[in-house]
């Protein structure tokens, strides 16, 4: 019986999480139109990335699927039945159940077929019974000879007839006693060399296969002579103790000596590849280029190694600056793994910039630079980078196997690998394609197990046919994605040997599983759409046991991203994220910065962050002005609170503002500040409507800088009037000492002055004479009207 559970499981190998109710709504679809769990997360993972654009799940979402999925073609396509449901006997078929679990137990014992080799080679190696025999040799009496004078030397030889070398007892009698026919002929008459034949009509490919059938059947036989057994494998994937043959050759052209052996191997034990001999142990030895040798030895690695594994892609979705790759590349840079592993793609084919026609150079320059900045991250250190291709590449061939990559710079630490690829290092091959099999296999894959001992185990289950099938993408037909060249894919496509490690990539679940002794890993992606992504790093100890997985430590690492800020539409059109490690502590700064890889890119700068911060800080105090200026429409004190220091306050009113009092006379307190005439208070405005909603809207841009030019002033002025300076006294205002000392006193009469001058005032005598002044003037102007 289908469950929530089983649903829940499938939907987190996809990263989806799901509520209970999305739950409860997909299992109501599985039941009503008898679909698998699986089934039924892999039509929705269709649905959602060409309809919905990756969207999670609904309950609208879920309805919309089955009415244009489920509903559709229920009368067209047979969906597959659940466990619990019976099959019809006329389209159902029963698998052997005890298919899954032999493949699973087999063990790796075979390498790829190879083609027939020509029927003569095969006889010549196929002959088990060759007679090795000695023949005669004997002096004959050339009579037809032409007659010499024989030399005088010849004539006067005095050992003629003398026994130079003897072997056997002295007893020999060398004189035939009697007479009876002695037959003589070739030993193997179907091979002998006959009279009709051509030689010196050799291609390199006969060549090479006569010398491999030649060192097979020989290889094998001292092997049988000496019942040793051959290892399983080929010497570039074997660690540990191990037997097996070859043929002697040097490295260099001359005698060879200890340093310059070289064993190369068959088509069968290493695929025709050489491999260094240390002879340093091995106390006798006779040795010549081209001799066939069994050897018994080990094949060590004997240094720890650190791999760093990340796939494609190495940007988001909607920008070309490579944070992501530039960040990764910072980690490498700090921690100094010994290889890293980079596969493909990295200028993908759908990514939006490409199709904006935001891109301003060609798809290869643009490639060889990205390289030449990987490679500046990487050049004081001795890492090795390995880059495997991916047909996913705007730049590239979009064919599958992939060749390698190629550019005009090149570099002594970096290898271009196709795709797929087995890479040797140190001995430790780790096999690694970019192709998704694993998520193209989850669409066709039929599965049945009626007796389950445990939880199904869905992935490690996927990445086992690419073992047993001896093929990196066993899948036919291939996806639709996916431009497959069978002839290339024959020769290119397949696994002559098991790897130690495996790389498969995939949009689904990340995980590490060791799947008949090889650790099999998919690290996901560096980048997923607009989000952070996932890498893999690997520690091998040394050891000398032939699975790696019980010495090896493996660990996925997840990247951080938050949003920094929004980019210009004409720069970049999109989102830019700032990625920075959660993993990775104490990061040291890096002199190489990885230059941006599209146009030029003001947002990196700092001075454009600050500019930023700085526009978001005035932005906010405008927007606290407004809300002053808005409550002060209604409330006249919170309007006119600290304006004073904006503009020169109080200010003669024509009339009041209000409309109830707008023609009565203006009254003034002590301070000069207008009151209402009737509560003698400040409850008028001093200022209009708008001048005052205005003044408060940059209130809290002005007001801070009004208050420091006040503050220096003041401090001026103190300093002048230290100084017996009487300008600042000349500038105080009466009026608002006045004001000041009148709110002390809260029952000051209006109108009343207060005396504010000091002892030798140099103002008082200047108002006095002002006082004076004012009053002839006055008496001036009486007389003339009298």
Same mark, same amino acid.
């Given at each position: 019986?289908?469950?929530?559970?089983?649903?829940?499981?499938?939907?987190?190998?996809?990263?989806?999480?799901?509520?209970?109710?999305?739950?409860?709504?997909?299992?109501?679809?599985?039941?009503?139109?008898?679909?698998?769990?699986?089934?039924?997360?892999?039509?929705?993972?269709?649905?959602?990335?060409?309809?919905?654009?990756?969207?999670?799940?609904?309950?609208?979402?879920?309805?919309? @699927?089955?009415?244009?999925?489920?509903?559709?073609?229920?009368?067209?396509?047979?969906?597959?039945?659940?466990?619990?449901?019976?099959?019809?006997?006329?389209?159902?078929?029963?698998?052997?159940?005890?298919?899954?679990?032999?493949?699973?137990?087999?063990?790796?014992?075979?390498?790829?077929?190879?083609?027939?080799?020509?029927?003569?080679?095969?006889?010549?190696?196929?002959?088990?019974?060759?007679?090795?025999?000695?023949?005669?040799?004997?002096?004959?009496?050339?009579?037809?000879?032409?007659?010499?004078?024989?030399?005088?030397?010849?004539?006067?030889?005095?050992?003629?007839?003398?026994?130079?070398?003897?072997?056997?007892?002295?007893?020999?009698?060398?004189?035939?006693?009697?007479?009876?026919?002695?037959?003589?002929?070739?030993?193997?008459?179907?091979?002998?060399?006959?009279?009709?034949?051509?030689?010196?009509?050799?291609?390199?490919?006969?060549?090479?296969?006569?010398?491999?059938?030649?060192?097979?059947?020989?290889?094998?036989?001292?092997?049988?002579?000496?019942? @040793?057994?051959?290892?399983?494998?080929?010497?570039?994937?074997?660690?540990?103790?191990?037997?097996?043959?070859?043929?002697?050759?040097?490295?260099?052209?001359?005698?060879?000596?200890?340093?310059?052996?070289?064993?190369?191997?068959?088509?069968?034990?290493?695929?025709?590849?050489?491999?260094?001999?240390?002879?340093?142990?091995?106390?006798?030895?006779?040795?010549?280029?081209?001799?066939?040798?069994?050897?018994?030895?080990?094949?060590?690695?004997?240094?720890?190694?650190?791999?760093?594994?990340?796939?494609?892609?190495?940007?988001?979705?909607?920008?070309?600056?490579?944070?992501? @790759?530039?960040?990764?590349?910072?980690?490498?840079?700090?921690?100094?793994?010994?290889?890293?592993?980079?596969?493909?793609?990295?200028?993908?084919?759908?990514?939006?910039?490409?199709?904006?026609?935001?891109?301003?150079?060609?798809?290869?320059?643009?490639?060889?630079?990205?390289?030449?900045?990987?490679?500046?991250?990487?050049?004081?250190?001795?890492?090795?980078?390995?880059?495997?291709?991916?047909?996913?590449?705007?730049?590239?061939?979009?064919?599958?196997?992939?060749?390698?990559?190629?550019?005009?710079?090149?570099?002594?630490?970096?290898?271009?690998?196709?795709?797929?690829?087995?890479?040797?290092?140190?001995?430790?091959?780790?096999?690694?394609?970019?192709?998704?099999?694993?998520?193209?296999?989850?669409?066709?894959?039929?599965?049945?197990?009626?007796?389950?001992?445990?939880?199904?185990?869905?992935?490690?289950?996927?990445?086992?046919?690419?073992?047993?099938?001896?093929?990196?993408?066993?899948?036919?037909?291939?996806?639709?994605?996916?431009?497959?060249?069978?002839?290339?894919?024959?020769?290119?496509?397949?696994?002559?040997?098991?790897?130690?490690?495996?790389?498969?990539?995939?949009?689904?679940?990340?995980?590490?599983?060791?799947?008949?002794?090889?650790?099999?890993?998919?690290?996901?992606?560096?980048?997923?759409?607009?989000?952070?992504?996932?890498?893999?790093?690997?520690?091998?100890?040394?050891?000398?046991?032939?699975?790696?997985?019980?010495?090896?430590?493996?660990?996925?690492?997840?990247?951080?991203?938050?949003?920094?800020?929004?980019?210009?539409?004409?720069?970049?059109?999109?989102?830019?994220?700032?990625?920075?490690?959660?993993?990775?502590?104490?990061?040291?700064?890096?002199?190489?910065?990885?230059?941006?890889?599209?146009?030029?890119?003001?947002?990196?700068?700092?001075?454009?962050?600050?500019?930023?911060?700085?526009?978001?800080?005035?932005?906010?105090?405008?927007? @606290?002005?407004?809300?002053?200026?808005?409550?002060?429409?209604?409330?006249?004190?919170?309007?006119?609170?600290?304006?004073?220091?904006?503009?020169?306050?109080?200010?003669?009113?024509?009339?009041?503002?209000?409309?109830?009092?707008?023609?009565?006379?203006?009254?003034?307190?002590?301070?000069?500040?207008?009151?209402?005439?009737?509560?003698?208070?400040?409850?008028?405005?001093?200022?209009?409507?708008?001048?005052?909603?205005?003044?408060?809207?940059?209130?809290?841009?002005?007001?801070?800088?009004?208050?420091?030019?006040?503050?220096?002033?003041?401090?001026?002025?103190?300093?002048?009037?230290?100084?017996?300076?009487?300008?600042?006294?000349?500038?105080?205002?009466?009026?608002?000492?006045?004001?000041?000392?009148?709110?002390?006193?809260?029952?000051?009469?209006?109108?009343?002055?207060?005396?504010?001058?000091?002892?030798?005032?140099?103002?008082?005598?200047?108002?006095?004479?002002?006082?004076?002044?004012?009053?002839?003037?006055?008496?001036?102007?009486?007389?003339?009207?009298?």
């Amino acid at each position: 019986m289908l469950t929530k559970d089983q649903i829940v499981a499938c939907f987190q190998e996809l990263n989806i999480v799901a509520s209970d109710t999305v739950l409860d709504k997909c299992l109501e679809i599985c039941l009503k139109y008898n679909i698998e769990a699986e089934d039924f997360c892999d039509q929705w993972y269709a649905f959602t990335a060409s309809h919905l654009n990756g969207a999670a799940p609904t309950v609208e979402y879920l309805e919309k @699927l089955e009415r244009k999925e489920f509903q559709k073609n229920k009368d067209q396509t047979p969906y597959k039945k659940l466990a619990s449901t019976p099959a019809s006997a006329s389209t159902s078929y029963k698998l052997d159940e005890s298919t899954e679990d032999n493949s699973m137990v087999v063990s790796y014992t075979a390498t790829t077929p190879k083609r027939p080799r020509n029927q003569d080679h095969q006889t010549v190696a196929k002959t088990t019974n060759v007679i090795h025999t000695t023949a005669e040799i004997h002096s004959i009496d050339n009579s037809n000879a032409p007659s010499h004078s024989q030399s005088e030397k010849y004539k006067q030889r005095s050992d003629s007839g003398s026994v130079q070398c003897r072997y056997g007892p002295p007893s020999g009698n060398f004189q035939r006693e009697k007479d009876y026919p002695v037959v003589v002929k070739n030993a193997n008459e179907e091979r002998s060399l006959g009279t009709n034949f051509k030689y010196m009509y050799e291609v390199m490919g006969k060549k090479a296969m006569c010398l491999n059938n030649m060192t097979q059947w020989l290889g094998h036989a001292i092997l049988d002579k000496h019942h @040793l057994v051959l290892t399983e494998g080929t010497l570039k994937s074997h660690l540990g103790d191990m037997v097996t043959y070859g043929r002697i050759v040097s490295d260099s052209d001359g005698k060879i000596n200890a340093q310059s052996i070289l064993l190369e191997g068959s088509i069968e034990t290493n695929l025709g590849s050489t491999v260094q001999l240390n002879l340093n142990k091995v106390p006798k030895f006779s040795l010549f280029p081209g001799q066939v040798v069994a050897v018994q030895g080990n094949n060590p690695n004997s240094n720890q190694i650190q791999i760093v594994v990340a796939s494609g892609p190495y940007t988001l979705q909607n920008s070309l600056t490579y944070e992501p @790759l530039k960040d990764l590349l910072k980690y490498v840079s700090e921690y100094k793994p010994h290889v890293l592993i980079l596969v493909g793609p990295f200028l993908e084919k759908n990514h939006e910039c490409i199709h904006n026609g935001g891109l301003t150079q060609t798809f290869d320059t643009f490639f060889e630079g990205l390289v030449e900045n990987i490679m500046n991250f990487v050049k004081d250190t001795s890492i090795q980078i390995v880059i495997v291709s991916s047909q996913n590449d705007a730049h590239h061939h979009p064919v599958y196997p992939t060749p390698p990559y190629s550019t005009r710079d090149k570099y002594a630490n970096l290898t271009f690998a196709p795709d797929p690829c087995m890479i040797n290092v140190n001995g430790l091959v780790i096999g690694a394609t970019s192709a998704d099999i694993l998520f193209h296999m989850s669409h066709f894959e039929t599965y049945q197990d009626k007796q389950p001992a445990g939880p199904v185990d869905r992935m490690g289950r996927l990445a086992s046919h690419l073992l047993n099938q001896h093929s990196f993408y066993p899948l036919y037909p291939p996806h639709k994605g996916i431009c497959l060249d069978h002839e290339l894919f024959e020769q290119y496509g397949v696994m002559e040997c098991k790897p130690h490690i495996l790389i498969l990539p995939s949009n689904l679940r990340h995980f590490i599983k060791n799947i008949e002794d090889c650790l099999v890993i998919n690290p996901e992606r560096l980048t997923k759409g607009y989000v952070a992504g996932t890498f893999a790093r690997i520690s091998v100890d040394p050891g000398s046991s032939q699975s790696v997985c019980n010495r090896s430590v493996c660990e996925i690492v997840l990247l951080a991203f938050s949003v920094l800020y929004f980019v210009n539409a004409d720069e970049i059109n999109s989102l830019v994220f700032k990625y920075k490690y959660r993993n990775v502590r104490n990061c040291q700064k890096l002199d190489d910065e990885l230059r941006p890889f599209y146009r030029e890119n003001l947002l990196e700068s700092p001075l454009y962050l600050i500019f930023l911060i700085f526009l978001g800080i005035v932005l906010i105090l405008l927007l @606290l002005g407004i809300i002053k200026g808005l409550i002060g429409l209604v409330y006249i004190k919170v309007g006119q609170f600290g304006l004073g220091l904006l503009v020169d306050l109080p200010k003669p009113l024509d009339s009041y503002q209000e409309k109830e009092i707008k023609y009565r006379t203006v009254i003034y307190d002590v301070g000069g500040w207008p009151v209402h005439p009737d509560t003698k208070e400040r409850t008028v405005r001093v200022l209009t409507k708008k001048t005052e909603f205005c003044l408060n809207t940059i209130f809290f841009i002005a007001y801070p800088l009004a208050l420091i030019l006040q503050l220096c002033a003041l401090c001026c002025c103190i300093k002048n009037y230290s100084e017996n300076d009487e300008s600042c006294v000349k500038s105080i205002n009466v009026i608002k000492f006045n004001e000041g000392i009148a709110k002390q006193d809260r029952y000051q009469t209006p109108g009343q002055k207060i005396d504010m001058y000091k002892e030798n005032d140099a103002k008082e005598d200047a108002d006095t004479k002002y006082v004076i002044n004012m009053m002839k003037q006055s008496q001036i102007s009486l007389q003339k009207n009298i």
